[in-house]
């Protein structure tokens, strides 16, 4: 295993108890996220291609009371007819200035760990004949997300925090010819806490 993997591999296991530890003061968030998923990036006149349905839930946990700084930890399902689906785990760090007292901005970016699973059996070339291959392939991420969201609104002692996101996963080792490959996300999301 590689120092970067091992490290990547600390740092999963080793959060969500950090995580927890802090859940007095602020309280924990849960992150909950649907949306669309394709395989694009917003420049080069590229476009983007076959819509894939995306999940993503997870906890969020703010650093201080006016919660604009936190540490986000989730995992996320991904569809893909084609590609295949995939399983993802993610750690992101984020900052959330509040505008206007109700409008916040958020920028989030962290590293990630994904299983993409091939659309059909994979078979690979050795010695000279086809042999099964691997049903799935792990790749590590870099996702940056951008997110426009409303703070807040309370239902009994609920606290539901909406908003819309755009996340850019790139993807590093899916392929030798396909390597960084960059992953749009378009999300629509809440973030749930107990009222203290």
């Known amino acids: 295993m590689k120092i970067f993997e ?4 600390a740092l999963f296991l080793g959060a969500p ?10 309280p924990l ?9 394709s395989y694009y990036i917003p420049a080069m006149d590229a476009r983007w291609n076959g819509p894939e349905p995306v999940v993503f839930a997870g906890v969020h946990q703010p650093f201080n009371q006016k919660q604009n700084l936190g540490l986000t930890l989730r995992l ?3 569809r893909g007819q084609y590609q295949g689906d995939a399983l993802q785990a993610q750690l992101l760090f984020g900052l959330a200035p509040v505008l206007a007292q109700h409008l916040e901005l958020g920028f989030k970016l962290g590293v990630g760990y994904q299983f993409s ?11 000279g004949q086809w042999v099964p291959g691997k049903a799935a392939k792990g790749v590590f991420q870099v996702p940056a997300q ?8 309370h239902v009994g002692r609920l606290e539901w925090q909406p908003y819309l996101a755009y996340q850019l996963q790139v ?3 899916y392929s030798p010819d396909l390597s960084p490959l960059p992953v749009s996300n378009a999300l629509l999301g809440f973030k749930i806490s107990s009222l203290q």
Do not use: C, M, T
């Open 171 to 173: 993807l590093f080792g």
């Open 76 to 78: 996320g399902y991904s």
């Open 6 to 9: 091992k490290l990547l591999l």
């Open 29 to 37: 968030q849960y992150d909950v996220a649907v949306g669309l998923h």
């Open 146 to 153: 951008f997110s426009l969201g409303y703070r807040s609104i």
């Open 17 to 26: 108890g950090w995580l927890f530890a802090q859940q007095e003061n602020p």
């Open 117 to 127: 699973f091939y659309p059909s059996a994979p078979i690979r070339w050795d010695e």
